[in-house]
Structures are given as C-alpha cells and as structure tokens.
C-alpha cells in the first residue's frame, strides 16, 4: 500500500507522542519536533510504504532522543491486560470464534490512541460482530491442505489472542508446520521475539524474527533467513495494518490479512467502512 494524504499527518502526530514519552523536558521535544520537520521530506515521496518510511523515521528519532523503547510502559500494561483477558477467555473451540478474537485484538494500537484499560469490554464486544469480508472460510480450505504456516504478529497485547486462534489453529490442523514471527526489536508498540517467547509461543510453534525492527514485514529489510522462509511456506497469516501496507501489493494469495481498519487510508484501500473487522485474502 502506498501513502495517502493522511499518512504524513499521522506520522507527525505519533512522532509528537514519541517525543512525549520520552521526555518530561519541553525544549527537548521541540528540538525532537524540528528534527522531525527536517527529515519528514527525505523518507516521504509518493510511492512510500507508510508503514516502512514512518518506521524509518521513527528509528531515528528514538536515536535522537537517547531512547530505544520510548512506548516501554504502554506496552506493559497492555500485556498485563490482555493476558488476563485472554486467560479468564481459556480454550476456544471453534475456530471461526478464535479468529474474531484475533482480529478484535487488533484493536490495542498505541498509534490511533488506544486506551489498554477497556481492552475486556472492547474484545468480547467485537469479537461476537461479523466480519465486513470475510474470506476464512477459504484461509480454513487452505490451512486443511498446507503443509506449513507463517503467522505474522502485530502488537503486544494482542498476541494473546493471537495465542488462542494459534491453538486452535495447532488442535484443528495437528500436521502443520507453525512458524510465529515478531520484531526484531522494539518498534512503536509492536510485539518482538522476547515477547512472543515471554507469552510461551515458542510451546506451540517455532518463534522467529523479521530481521527487522520496523512496523509490518517490509521484505526489502528482513533478513535472508526470514526471506527463505516467507518464499517457502504454504499459508501466510499477516496481522494488523502495518503487515497489510507492506504485504499488500504483492497481491500473493498465500496472504490473508486479518485486522481492524482502523484509519481512513485503510478502509479506503479495502473499500470498507472504518472500524471495520476484516479477514481479505491477499490477491483480493
């Protein structure tokens, strides 16, 4: 997916938040805000990833401001949340129900200014909606006559349901091959390797890394071990709106995104209302 006018903005508004998070000193922030300003039209052209050129950016002012994990905190309480949500949840035993769990997890996104307190109420009230395309039954048709499956985490927080439909997943297709794969390292709120193996994913499939820090799966930064992989696998699930911007122009019909979309840019590339629930097979 290629920018749209409400990307830059979008961009600007999270770079403010990181400034504020990661310091109390107000001059500094300005500077971080100017810093900002200079750069916004180096990594922004016409034919950029939002996700990959916002993320780029990001990077370098986390450099800039001295702090490598600036969303450290939100991220904790997500997780401390979610996890009780998803444990007082247990097991699902049907798989359509755990999907919609994993979608409706999308919803914990430092980015559209989520507050991780309501995750409980938000979650089970999503999760009992339809979807505004839903192509999972074709996704179980595919899962049923692969060998293997790459799943492509968001957010921290949100893994836990992840972690659910993945059992599920495990319990309905026992013969495949379960590959889970995060961040390299931390990227706004965005779940890495240590957390997938904090949350036990690797009890139930094989944990590995993007070879990236950066949001979504830009494949032109994974590492070549990740490359093997993703060109290899049968089934790809890709989670959140970051892996849908920079997977969705391949239009491979290994890919099903699940997400909620979120903002403008997004619904307007599916043709969806916001806040809409989807689950769209890539070459849709």
Do not use: W
């Amino acid at each position: 997916m290629k920018i749209h006018y409400e990307c830059i903005a979008c961009a600007v508004n999270q770079a403010q938040k990181i400034a504020e998070m990661s310091t109390d000193d107000v001059t500094q922030r300005k500077r971080a805000m100017l810093f900002i300003a200079q750069r916004l039209g180096e990594f922004f052209r016409e034919d950029s990833v939002p996700a990959t050129d916002g993320g780029r950016l990001f990077l370098e002012l986390y450099a800039f401001l001295g702090n490598d994990d600036p969303f450290g905190e939100y991220k904790r309480i997500s997780t401390e949340l979610a996890r009780d949500v998803a444990e007082d949840i247990g097991r699902v035993d049907d798989l359509r129900t755990a999907l919609k769990l994993a979608i409706a997890g999308n919803l914990i996104d430092f980015a559209v200014g989520y507050d991780p307190k309501k995750i409980e109420e938000d979650v089970l009230s999503l999760a009992s909606q339809e979807l505004y395309i839903d192509h999972s039954d074709e996704l179980f048709s595919e899962l049923g006559n692969a060998k293997s499956l790459l799943y492509l985490v968001d957010n921290c927080g949100e893994i836990y349901f992840d972690r659910i439909f993945i059992e599920r997943i495990r319990e309905e297709f026992p013969g495949l091959e379960m590959y889970v794969a995060a961040k390299e390292g931390p990227i706004i709120n965005d779940a890495t390797v240590e957390d997938l193996r904090e949350a036990r994913f690797d009890e139930i499939a094989k944990v590995v890394s993007t070879g990236s820090r950066l949001p979504g799966t830009p494949l032109e930064y994974a590492s070549s071990e990740f490359l093997r992989l993703f060109e290899r696998v049968d089934v790809i699930i890709a989670k959140g709106q970051a892996n849908f911007e920079t997977l969705s122009d391949l239009k491979d019909p290994r890919i099903f995104f699940l997400l909620k979309a979120k903002c403008n840019p997004i619904s307007r590339e599916l043709g969806v209302p916001r806040g809409s629930m989807v689950c769209v097979r890539g070459k849709y």
